[in-house]
C-alpha cells in the first residue's frame, strides 16, 4: 500500500456524510477517499493526517465509525502522535456530542486538530426526515471541498 499524504475517513447512512467526504477528498490533490468499515491501523499509519467524516447518531458518532476507532485504537496507540486532523460533523440538529466523542479519541491518540471543527446542519426532525436521503447545499459541499485542500496543502508544504 503506497503512502498517502490524508485519508479522508467517512461514514454515512443517507449520504450525507458520504458527499461531504467525497467534496473534500476532490480538493485533496493526492487524498485517499475510505469508508470507515475499510480502515485498517496500516492505512492510519501510512497518512500523515485525516480528516473524519461522518453522521451523529441518536446523539453520538455513528456506529461505524466508532467501530472503526475502536478497531484501530490500540494497533495505532503511540505511532501517530503529533499528527493533523479535522472533522465534519453531518447532524439532524447539533452534533455537538459527536463532534466531542471524536475528539476525546483523537486526544487519546495525541492528533492535533488543525482547522476548527465543522458541522453540517440537515434539520432532519422527523422520522421520515431523518432516514430521507440527504443533499448538501452546494455552500456546504464547498466548504469542505475548500478544507480538504487547506488540508492537503498544508501537508504538502510541511506546515502539519
Known amino acids: ?17 458520504r458527499a461531504l467526504a467525497e ?5 485533496a490533490a493526492g487524498a485517499s477517499l475510505v469508508a470507515a468499515d475499510d480502515v485498517t491501523p496500516d492505512r492510519l499509519l501510512k497518512a500523515g493526517g485525516y480528516l473524519f467524516v461522518g453522521p451523529e447518531n441518536l446523539a453520538a458518532l455513528s456506529g461505524a465509525m466508532k467501530e472503526m476507532f475502536d478497531r484501530c485504537y490500540y ?40 482547522a476548527d471543527p465543522v458541522i453540517v446542519n440537515t434539520a432532519a426532525q422527523t422520522p421520515e426526515a431523518i432516514l430521507a436521503p440527504k443533499t448538501i447545499p452546494a455552500n456546504r459541499l464547498a466548504e469542505a471541498r475548500n478544507l480538504g485542500a487547506a488540508l492537503a496543502e498544508g501537508l504538502a508544504a510541511g506546515i502539519f
Open 1 to 17: 500500500m503506497e503512502e498517502c499524504k490524508l485519508l479522508v475517513i467517512w461514514h454515512s447512512r443517507t449520504g450525507g456524510s
Open 23 to 27: 467534496a473534500a477528498a476532490a480538493g
Open 75 to 114: 494497533p495505532c496507540l503511540g505511532r501517530i502522535e503529533g499528527r493533523p486532523y479535522a472533522t465534519i460533523i453531518c447532524a439532524g440538529s447539533d452534533g455537538e456530542n459527536a463532534q466531542r466523542q471524536l475528539d476525546r479519541i483523537a486526544t487519546g491518540w495525541r492528533l492535533r486538530r488543525v
